[in-house]
């Protein structure tokens, strides 16, 4: 399971692993020299509807009760409140824990436990402890409740499964006749759920060590017989027991009676044709005296050298099958010696670990796909009937092998997600391999993620979302995105998040709404409040055709942040935009605020220029046109913009060369190509969202000091080229 070998007690509780029973030495990886695998797979034994993995709708946790011990420890209240200031720091929770268990006060220890596993459900250890706490308390109704959830919670748990079936075995009168077909039921139910772990062994061995208590010898071959498919650690010592426990029993005991009577019918067969060859070989040396029978044979009797004969034909077809498991053991072996932390625990996994996860489940992806070519597979499943364990038809037994069915693959899944309960990636996998097959399990798996594990990961929450809207549950991805922003307030990801759902929804009042809130709402933070602000703006003016509102929108966040350039930048772009003819002013009045505004001089540089080549291109008289450039040129002068207009370019155009006088007078050199005016294009602030080129992940740069390079103003006007006077 992946929980064995967990040797941490702050990652789940235990300080060293507890178990039911001793397990058995583990063996050396099968050896590469043996036959090839047979091609014709057959099932592994748990059916492929088993539950995989745990339904957050049917969990719960009992409730605190209140009434024992009085009043709580002294520094009780201390420690719960440190580690729910901080439900993201696992060692409080831990101090928490050790507190109540060191002073034995069950009230303290249920409400501790009750908080730490809504949070950490995946410390199978702790989920013991709870059990334990309330069995020793002489409550063990309420101890299998807790048995009950936790495996809710971690289906997969080898070790709780195990301590599970032991509190029963503690607990039920074993004399009632329900008592014996329960424990059977929850073996079938822990067999299901994590038979098919790696390290599943001590739970197939319990279970067959308990069906020979109870003197079912044909039961426990069976579960025997269901283990030999299943590639495990231990897988040769099961093989080992099936003998054992063959040659201790007569045949007909150990086998069904479908199989007995059929290899009994075959062997006696077999021994006919033997003693009449033998006979005939007899008659040809000696005659028989006349008046002398033949000798008789006891035709209802079973002998000894039959039930040999019987026992070798039962391993001659359990061979091919055990042949055939090794070799998936073979194969698996070295993907599960990579994995060196099955459990969960709150420390980060080195980058190997994460990668012999991604290695192991891109191997089981890939054999599924080899096999579903296979038209002739025929998976076979074990199940119950009242007190006896049906068994697999015998003629189906000899091409049995273990089958790589979509059960496996996501059972891999599921112990990947135990140890790797905290990455993102692992789950967002899972989602893809199942969203092909079904909606709804995938949706179960992104509750899973986002609900337990992952409530303060924003990236799943979005995919979460969109995975709704994708699939048409707009109400579902709005519940995901408002609870996201819930936890994490603030996260203008988010809120963006909400607007665009509902405007691609059609609401546009309420896409707008949510802007105007959060406008509101943060205009103590002036950066934020900015942002937010064009935001709503474009929408206004894009969506909503209301240039006025916008405008409005954008001279109230520059009442907040006049020296926010970005802010400037929108609004020219907003009257830029507009009429030309009916906008001349507003553009001009533009760029005064942003000259009188505490800007940067390259920045005010920048706005100069724009309304340069605005009022070029659009103002009717000339003299308005000089006016604005000899306007620009001072603004130049007085910022420095002379060097820099030098450094691009506007030397390169006249050559300076010196007259006979010593003088240095400008000659202009023909250019290489013809002429043309440089118009810059406008800065593409109002026009288009760069985040949506950049992804939602792009508003880092919001953050950052703007590169106005990108808006192609490098190279100051050439005007002066025999257009407009030397200044």
């Not at 178990?19 to 583990?26: D, H, K, Q, V």
């Not at 109704?141 to 809710?152: I, M, R, S």
Request: aromatic share 8%; with cysteine.
């Amino acid at each position: 399971m992946a929980e064995v070998g967990c040797e941490e007690m702050s990652g789940n509780g235990e300080l060293e692993e507890s178990s039911a029973m001793e397990a058995p030495e583990i063996p050396a990886p099968p050896p590469i020299e043996m036959a090839e695998m047979s091609e014709e797979n057959g099932s592994a034994t748990m059916g492929s509807e088993a539950p995989v993995g745990p339904d957050p709708a049917s969990f719960s946790i009992p409730p605190v009760a209140e009434d024992e011990d009085g009043e709580l420890p002294a520094d009780f209240e201390r420690l719960w409140k440190a580690a729910h200031d901080n439900p993201q720091d696992f060692t409080s929770w831990t101090d928490l824990l050790q507190y109540c268990e060191q002073e034995s006060h069950i009230t303290a220890s249920r409400r501790a436990l009750v908080a730490f596993l809504a949070r950490y459900p995946l410390c199978y250890g702790y989920w013991k402890k709870f059990a334990d706490l309330e069995r020793r308390a002489g409550y063990n109704n309420k101890a299998e409740e807790v048995c009950v959830q936790g495996l809710q919670a971690i289906p997969l748990s080898v070790d709780l499964w195990i301590h599970y079936i032991n509190l029963l075995l503690g607990t039920l009168d074993m004399n009632l006749p329900e008592s014996p077909k329960r424990i059977r039921s929850v073996f079938e139910d822990a067999v299901a759920a994590a038979g098919l772990d790696f390290h599943s062994d001590r739970l197939w061995d319990l279970y067959v060590e308990w069906e020979k208590e109870q003197g079912n010898m044909r039961n426990a071959a069976a579960v025997l017989d269901r283990v030999l498919k299943v590639p495990t650690q231990l897988y040769n010592t099961h093989y080992d027991k099936f003998k054992e426990h063959l040659s201790s029993h007569e045949p007909k005991q150990v086998l069904s009676p479908e199989e007995y009577e059929e290899l009994r019918m075959l062997c006696r067969q077999s021994q006919k044709a033997e003693c009449a060859e033998q006979a005939q070989e007899e008659e040809e040396e000696e005659e028989r005296p006349p008046g002398e029978e033949e000798p008789t044979t006891l035709e209802g009797t079973d002998t000894e050298e039959l039930m040999q004969k019987i026992r070798e034909q039962v391993l001659v077809r359990r061979d091919k099958v055990y042949q055939d498991n090794e070799g998936e053991v073979r194969n698996r072996w070295h993907y599960e010696d990579a994995i060196k932390r099955p459990y969960f625990h709150v420390k980060p996994l080195d980058r190997h670990q994460l990668r012999a996860w991604h290695s192991y489940l891109d191997w089981e992806i890939a054999q599924l796909s080899e096999d579903t070519k296979d038209p002739n597979q025929d998976p076979n499943q074990a199940a119950t009937e009242g007190s006896e364990v049906m068994t697999q038809p015998q003629e189906r037994l000899e091409d049995a092998a273990v089958a790589h069915d979509d059960h496996r693959v996501r059972i891999l899944y599921e112990r990947c997600l135990i140890a790797c309960a905290l990455y993102e990636e692992f789950w967002t996998r899972y989602v893809q391999y199942l969203e092909p097959q079904s909606v709804d399990e995938a949706r179960a798996v992104y509750r899973r993620a986002c609900e337990i594990h992952l409530i303060y990961k924003p990236n799943i929450h979005m995919q979460w979302a969109t995975f709704e809207e994708r699939h048409g549950d707009l109400t579902g991805a709005r519940r995901v995105l408002e609870t996201l922003e819930q936890n994490l307030p603030g996260l203008a990801v988010v809120r963006l998040r909400r607007a665009a759902l509902e405007r691609r929804a059609g609401q546009l009042d309420r896409s707008e709404a949510l802007l105007l809130e959060a406008v509101a709402e943060s205009k103590e933070k002036p950066t934020l409040h900015a942002f937010y602000s064009i935001k709503l703006a474009r929408l206004l003016l894009k969506l909503g055709r209301n240039p006025s509102r916008a405008r409005r929108v954008l001279h109230e966040a520059l009442e907040i942040s006049p020296d926010n350039d970005k802010l400037h930048l929108n609004l020219l772009e907003l009257e830029v935009s507009g009429d030309p003819w009916a906008s001349a002013e507003a553009v001009q009045e533009c760029v005064t605020r942003a000259l009188a505004a505490p800007l940067a001089p390259h920045t005010k540089i920048l706005f100069s220029q724009r309304g340069l080549q605005f009022t070029e291109g659009y103002f009717y008289t000339l003299r308005s046109v000089l006016s604005v450039y000899e306007g620009h040129q001072k603004l130049m002068t007085e910022l420095g913009g002379t060097k820099r207009g030098a450094e691009n370019g506007d030397e390169d155009a006249e050559k300076l060369i010196k007259s006979e006088d010593g003088s240095a007078v400008a000659t202009h050199v023909p250019p290489t190509m013809p002429h043309v005016p440089i118009t810059t294009p406008p800065p593409p602030v109002m026009g288009a969202d760069m985040s949506a080129q950049a992804g939602y992940g792009g508003y880092s740069s919001w953050y950052q000091q703007p590169q106005y390079g990108s808006y192609g103003y490098q190279n100051t006007w050439n005007y002066n080229q025999g257009y407009y006077p030397p200044s």
